[in-house]
């Protein structure tokens, strides 16, 4: 899918970015079953109808937050990182684009004022939910992707 970025380093899935111009009809799951976070896209005809339905108490254990932002207005680049804190690349994301954070580390940089939603698992652990470190200096970016 051209409208659909895997970000992987290795073996290991960072991010899944679903830009927005993807437009595929039905139900377009862009995430694997196992992630903690769950990404899909669906584009239904007039009249369709879903049936009513209420979600089970399921125990789940999750081990790491994966964060998905979406991209209302400005720009965003981000930047990735391996979990020993080492910079591998960027993108950037504009209006209307969707990115699914899975492992690794990132950091972001606003480059136009910037409108976005962030949903993730909760409950929110404060300071415990993270562990912050030193960004690449701008001079050593490495954008990959569409400018926008």
Known sequence: MEHVERVSFGEQLYAIIVRASFR???????????????LAF????EGKSIAPHRHNK????????QEVLLIQKGKLQVDFYTEEEEYLESRM????????????????HVIEPLEMFEIKQGPYA???????????PASEIRLKGPAL
């Open 42 to 45: 669906m584009s239904h005809p």
């Open 126 to 136: 404060g300071e415990n939910d993270k562990t912050r470190f030193r960004e690449v």
């Open 93 to 108: 994301l504009g209006p209307g684009d969707i990115i699914l954070l899975c492992s690794g580390a990132h950091g972001f």
């Open 24 to 38: 595929e009809p039905g139900i377009t799951f862009f995430s694997s079953p196992e992630l903690s976070q769950q």
């Open 58 to 65: 399921v125990t789940r254990e999750v081990h790491y937050t």
